[in-house]
C-alpha cells in the first residue's frame, strides 16, 4: 500500500502513481487541507471525510450560495398520526436526504377508526420543513390504497414536522377500518 502524508503543507504538490496492485491512501493536514484530482480516478472503497462539516465542493459558477455537498443519509421513520378519536393504526415509512432535501415514502393504516374525523394529521417527520418569511409547502401525493384507490393531497405550515392529508378540495379523508393511506413526499428542510 503506497501512503502519501501531506503534514503542516500548506502549498506544493505531490504526485501519486499506484499501479493496478498499490492502493494509495492520501492524507491530508487537518480541515484545510485540498487534494485536487487532475484525471479521473476510480475508487473500490468509501470516500470518507473525517470533519462532520466536510464535504464535496463542486464549482458551480451560477450557484448563489455555497455549492457544498455535505450531506447524505437514508434511514427509516415511523408516521404518527395525532387525529382525536383515532383507536388505532399503523405506520412505517423510508427517507433519504441529499443536502438540504428530504424524500420520504411511507404509510398509515387504520386499524380502529374510532370517532375520528377530519383531515388526517400525520407527525413525527425526520426534519422540519423550511421557511423563511412564509409557509412553504411540500411537493407529493397520497393514495388510498386498502380499498378504493382515490387519491389525497397533503399541506403544512413551514417549520414544523406535521403535515394533513386532505381531499383535493381540502376536505376530510375516509375513516375506515383497513383503510390505508400511502404517500411519497419531497421537501426542503431546515438544514
Known amino acids: 500500500m503506497g501512503t502519501v502524508v501531506l503534514n503542516g503543507a500548506t502549498s506544493g504538490s505531490t504526485t501519486v502513481q499506484p499501479t493496478d496492485a498499490v492502493t494509495a491512501t492520501i492524507t491530508l493536514p487537518s480541515s484545510s487541507g485540498t487534494l485536487a484530482l487532475t484525471s479521473s480516478p476510480t475508487f473500490t472503497g468509501n470516500l470518507t471525510f473525517s470533519t462532520s462539516n466536510a464535504g464535496i465542493v463542486f464549482n458551480n459558477s ?11 443519509e437514508i434511514g427509516t421513520w415511523t ?53 423563511s418569511g412564509g409557509n412553504i ?30 381531499s383535493a378540495t381540502n376536505g376530510a379523508v375516509v375513516w375506515v377500518n383497513g383503510y390505508t393511506y400511502v404517500f411519497s413526499i419531497t421537501y426542503q428542510t431546515t438544514f
Open 79 to 131: 408516521p404518527s398520526c395525532t387525529n382525536t378519536g383515532l383507536t388505532s393504526y399503523t405506520s412505517g415509512g423510508k427517507y433519504t436526504k441529499v443536502g438540504n432535501m428530504v424524500y420520504l415514502v411511507g404509510y398509515v393504516s387504520i386499524t380502529g377508526a374510532g370517532t375520528a374525523s377530519g383531515q388526517m394529521a400525520v407527525s413525527n417527520l425526520p426534519f422540519s420543513y423550511y421557511t
Open 137 to 166: 409547502q411540500a411537493t407529493g401525493v397520497c393514495r388510498e390504497a386498502g380499498a378504493t384507490g382515490l387519491e389525497y393531497y397533503f399541506n403544512s405550515q413551514g417549520n414544523q414536522t406535521t403535515w394533513f392529508i386532505n
Open 62 to 72: 451560477s450557484a448563489l450560495t455555497n455549492s457544498t455537498l455535505n450531506d447524505y
